[in-house]
């Protein structure tokens, strides 16, 4: 059965939140707040300036997701695509619902006149990694850094 990629909407706020929740556990061993959460996935559902999710649907089914926000490039003068919270419930992996999703995003940022595709792994998630190879993605050579601004980012 074909897998069907679709815009998320404000009726899939529940299972984006569970499915975010659930992928920080998976690959750090975070506890999400449900109310920074459930306000974080709505702030990109209710202004999509911020971006966008995408979902994967087999008959009807929700399998799976992930979040594309927007990085201006200076010196590129066009938009990195950032591919975020991506999830694909356990019984779904390894049957092509990422691969779709990113076909999607892919062909939608052409479309676009987007620059690039960009993601970020967890160093020790060497199966994403071997994913993400596969699809035609290289590993760059930068690190990332961060400094949280508020006792509530996670």
Same mark, same amino acid.
């Given at each position: 059965?074909s897998?069907l ?16 929740a ?17 306000r974080?996935? !709505? ?6 300036? #911020?971006?966008? %999710?995408?979902?994967? @649907? +087999?008959?009807?089914? *929700?399998l =799976? ?25 356990? !019984?779904a ?5 990422? #691969?779709?999703? %990113?076909?999607?995003? @892919? +062909?939608?940022?052409? *479309?676009? =006149? ?14 994403a990694?071997?994913?993400?190879e ?21």
């Amino acid at each position: 059965m074909s897998l069907l990629i679709r815009a998320a909407t404000l009726t899939d706020l529940p299972e984006l939140a569970a499915w975010n929740a659930a992928m920080a556990w998976e690959t750090e061993h975070k506890r999400l707040d449900p109310a920074t959460l459930q306000r974080g996935v !709505a702030g990109v559902l209710e202004q999509p300036r #911020r971006g966008f %999710y995408l979902v994967a @649907e +087999r008959a009807g089914v *929700a399998l =799976g997701c992930l979040l594309v926000t927007y990085e201006w490039s200076d010196w590129r003068g066009g938009d990195f695509w950032w591919i975020q919270s991506v999830y694909v419930v356990p !019984a779904a992996r390894r049957g092509g619902a990422f #691969r779709a999703l %990113y076909a999607d995003v @892919e +062909r939608r940022a052409a *479309a676009a =006149g987007a620059v690039g595709l960009r993601l970020y792994v967890e160093t020790e998630n060497r199966r994403a990694q071997a994913t993400y190879e596969g699809l035609g993605m290289q590993r760059c050579h930068y690190f990332m850094y961060e400094a949280l601004l508020s006792d509530s980012a996670a």
